[in-house]
C-alpha cells in the first residue's frame, strides 16, 4: 500500500498495530498527535488539491515534506527517504 506521501506502508511496524494506512483512516494517523495536528498535513493537502497523491503536484517535493522529518531520521535519512517517495510518486521506479 502507497499513502498519498508516496511511503510504502509494506512491512511498517505500525501497520495494523497504531495504523491501518493514511486512506483508511482519512489521514488521521497516530503521529499527528506528536506535531500538534488532527490529520496529516500533507494528507490534508493532497484531499484540499483534489489529488490522487502528491505525485500530481508541481511542487514535489514541498515545504511540507522537508518540515515533516521523522526525528529517528538522520538529515541525510530523511533526504534520501524524501527521493525516494518522489521516484515512487513520479513511477521512476
Do not use: F
Amino acid at each position: 500500500m502507497i499513502c498519498v506521501c508516496g511511503a510504502n506502508c509494506e512491512g511498517c511496524t505500525h501497520l495494523n498495530n497504531d495504523c491501518v494506512g493514511c486512506d483508511a483512516v482519512e489521514g488521521k494517523v497516530y503521529w499527528a498527535q506528536y506535531i500538534g495536528a488532527d490529520i496529516c498535513p500533507v494528507y490534508k493537502c493532497v484531499k484540499e488539491k483534489d489529488y490522487q497523491n502528491c505525485g500530481g503536484c508541481s511542487q514535489i517535493p514541498c515545504e511540507l515534506w522537508i518540515s515533516l522529518k521523522d526525528p529517528s531520521l538522520s538529515e541525510e535519512e530523511h533526504q534520501k527517504s524524501i527521493q525516494g517517495r518522489v521516484s515512487v510518486l513520479k513511477g521512476l521506479r
